[in-house]
């Protein structure tokens, strides 16, 4: 019986490894242009394993990495335990039901108790913002990845973002992104912010003005040094998809109505859905994306969300992608592989 | 309480707002009650005494304190009266009013009455209670306002939460009228500031946290400012902390209104940006110009910022410094919040609201008066005479040195540099924003009616 030995991954460790200092990945806030590209990069190789028949390398074998979910999620806690295990970690997922989580241990507790069990890198998605900042202040030997926190922050998704982009269209500097939706409560568009405005591209927000972040925007003309400066803002989506090169469309939560923040769905379709006639009448070629899961009919038409400009599938594929290789970066050996 | 001691505080730098006094020399309290002040050396008192040394400190009256959480009865874990007038003791504070929202609600005389007789037994420095407003602090029915001011309340509030219904608001201030006491209100419109954990602004949105803007205080001010003038009723704002709320105040004042207000230590110097983890370069509280663009560090969601009121902007911050100096905000109150380790080791959302500040008073206002934006004159003044003045005949022997006031003192020295470390803090809640930091202006011993209640272990014991 012939054994198939998976090809090792030939990331040079010096080269790779040499330029990330980070710890833990909370936001891309702290991340440099060059940061950004050493990530994407190091994906860019990930997703050659990703492409094999046998899918595995052993870059990870002996490491501990632990999701722990405080909210429901199918395709982030999906994508981060299989891009542990093809690099071969131990990955192991916990959730708020049906752990002790549920007794009324704190969530400090939880992840000290996880540490002392040697976890290399803990997973955490909290609906309360800053709960993944929290528990890094305290870890003294395990890396913390935010995988959402509250309406925050959501790096890892910034970053397959930030790839796909590149991915189709070469390079982000000076492309014009357009983000639609519920701008103010979505991590998504946050950490979207940094990450683009940091590469260099244009960057357009649009949405019911209940729904836009006004207090993160404040100041960005007039304040030397603003991140935002170059931010534009458009209500009217007509208007805000003219010359865009990618459009991101997030997910609008019915809770919002409920809320008092829309009068209605329907009117939301209405003003805001990216549809077919949309991109037809302004751009038609426009990269198509949305992090997932969508409400199609709502803030996406199904025609659209299927169509050929979809990047949406490959956004999921680069998400095991971009998180296999922030695992790497985070927890693999420094000896060559 | 002690009475009946008789202590002289010799070589202090006397200073007396209540009289206009300045005077380098001796204070002598004798059983209980100042008997005179005197060029230093010029004055031997009879009897016994004990002496406490001052030499090149400050003598000031006792600080007066307006707004405090003892917690006893119902929150032991997180202070009791013991520990939370030792406390004050250690700031300086010689008289404390207790905020009503225990467990039980001093809504009753009988909780009243357990509460004085407790602190008499059990206190450090002298305890005022606040009665609530409403029974049960449930801002639906009002509480028997007579039978708490004979049991001896100096107010009514049930802070913690505002009184949310106009109607009760305005009943509260009408029958208060005869009582002359004030109807105590923390402004917070709660349809607002639902589930805002940190000021609405820049900072919050930066954050992911949801906010609670100025205007959740202002609408509320402003409904109460009118239904003060409706009623002719005695108004006291607590802990105001906007500007606007300040502009409000002080046209009520033009309008000639019974309208008071407190204001404390650290909105006059804290602003949101320390929420970020971000405190301005070597103990300069963020006057030094703050970097909010920069990532944010693992010193960000500090649960120790987050108050109710929350921090707001320098804007804030400096309006109602300036409201200070000129008297349209009347005194200072610490709304001392002690909190357990329980209640602040989690998230920010999940945190509870509240700053443990009696014992960092006087240190972090000082920051103003080193960096020359308040003089040490009008501090003081604003820890004494002010609220001296708004607790009525309860105030008049309080907050000053003249001859027959009580004995109560507070010996500072204005320059001394320290560390806070509220691992040291007699108050059982160590939930301070200011741990690590470096004060300058330090509290060096307390004097409650002649007897020393607390001493900085640097300083000389009592000869």
Known sequence: MRTVRARETRIPPDQAQAGWRKRHVLDLDDFTREEIALVLSTAQAMKGILRRAVKKAP????????????????????????????????????????????????????????????ADALVIRHPHSGAPYFVARHMTSTSVINAGDGTHAHPTQALLDLFTVQEHLGT????????????????????????????????????????????LLKGREGTPGHP????????????????????????????????GLLPSLREYARLWQVNEARLARERPSALLMHPGPMNEGVEISPGVAHSAQSAIEQQVTNGVAVRMALLYLLCAPREAV | MATGTSLLITSGRILDPSQGLELAGDLFIQAGQVAWTAPAGQRAPEGQYATLDARGLVVSPGFIDLHCHLREPGYEDKETIATGTLAAARGGFTTVCAMPNTEPPLDTAASVEYLLRKAQQEGHVRVLPVGCITRGRKGKQLVEMAELAAAGVVGFSDDGDPVADAYIMRMALTYGVPFGLPVINHCQDPALSRIGA????????????????????????????ELAALTGGWLHLAHISTAGALELVRRARERGLRVTAEVT????????????????????????????????????????AKVNPPLRTRRDTSALLQGLKEGVIDAIATDHAPHTAVDKTCTFDEAAFGISGLETAFGLLMALVHRGDLSLATLIERLTVGPARLLGARGQLLGSLQAGAQGDVAVLDPDAEWVVDPQGFASKGKNTPLAGARLKGKVMATVVGGRVVYQDKLAKAPG
Not at chain 1, 173 to 195: F, K, M, Q, T, Y
Not at chain 1, 247 to 253: A, D, E, S
Not at chain 2, 290 to 304: G, H, I, K, V
């Open chain 2, 265 to 304: 230590p650290h909105h006059l110097v804290l602003t949101d940006e320390w929420v970020m983890g971000l405190r301005g370069e070597g103990g300069s509280f963020g006057f030094a110009q703050e970097r909010p663009f920069d990532p944010l560090t693992l010193a960000a969601y500090d649960t120790n």
């Open chain 1, 172 to 215: 982000l500097e000076g492309r014009r992104v357009l983000i639609v939706g519920d701008i103010a409560h979505s991590r998504v568009a946050r950490s979207d912010l940094w990450g683009l405005t940091r590469v260099g591209a244009q960057v357009v927000l649009c949405g019911p003005p209940t729904l836009m972040p006004w207090d």
């Open chain 1, 59 to 118: 870059t990870l074998r002996g490491k501990t990495v632990i999701t722990l979910f405080y909210e429901p999620s199918t395709r982030t806690r999906a994508s981060f335990e299989t891009a542990g295990k093809i690099l071969s970690a131990d990955v192991i997922n916990l959730s708020a039901g049906g752990s002790s989580i549920e007794k009324g241990e704190s969530l400090l507790d939880t992840a000290l108790t996880l540490q002392a069990m040697a």
């Open chain 1, 228 to 259: 935002f400066a170059s931010v534009e803002v458009e209500l009217d989506l007509d208007r805000a998809v003219e010359g865009a090169d990618v459009v991101i469309v997030l997910r609008l939560q019915k809770e919002r109505q409920e809320a």
């Open chain 2, 198 to 225: 940190m000021h609405e602004g820049w900072t919050a949105s930066r954050l992911g946290l949801k906010g609670i803007p100025a205007e959740a205080e202002e609408v509320m001010a402003a409904r109460d400012i």
